[in-house]
């Protein structure tokens, strides 16, 4: 299983950034994608997740109203859309992939998923 996060980059803070997820799942459709990220000397954090289906979401507090997360089954992919970023949304930004559960608050934690990608840097400069 493979994960591959990318569009990540350098960009000023009010601007926006979407990052790709491409997964190599069999039944991609059956797993609950999550993003976090992890800020320079801090602990990986929630971002947002999505149900198999796409039709539910989850957001961290600090993101809410701001990034958007989404899915294209038919492609195998998550995005993240990220919009009004701020100088403490820097971080590396990783994709992680949930079989046989449901989107639940278990979601936005770490041990809720099976397979992780390597994450892609984003940096915001103020």
């Known amino acids: 299983v493979q994960l591959q996060a990318s569009g990540g980059g350098l960009v000023q803070a009010g601007g926006s950034l979407r990052l790709s997820c491409a997964a190599s799942?069999?039944?991609?459709?059956?797993?609950?994608m999550g993003w976090f990220r992890q800020p320079p000397g801090k602990e990986r954090e929630f971002v947002a997740a999505i149900s198999g289906s796409g039709d539910s979401t989850l957001y961290a507090d600090s993101v809410k109203g701001r990034f958007t997360i989404s899915r294209d089954n038919a492609r195998n992919m998550v995005l993240l859309q990220m919009s009004s970023l701020k100088p403490e949304d820097t971080a590396v930004y990783s994709c992680a992939a949930d079989a046989g559960r449901r989107l639940s608050l278990s979601s936005r934690f770490r041990y809720s998923y099976n397979y992780w990608g390597q994450g892609t840097q984003v940096t915001v400069s103020s």
């Open positions: 799942l069999v039944t991609f459709s059956t797993y609950v």
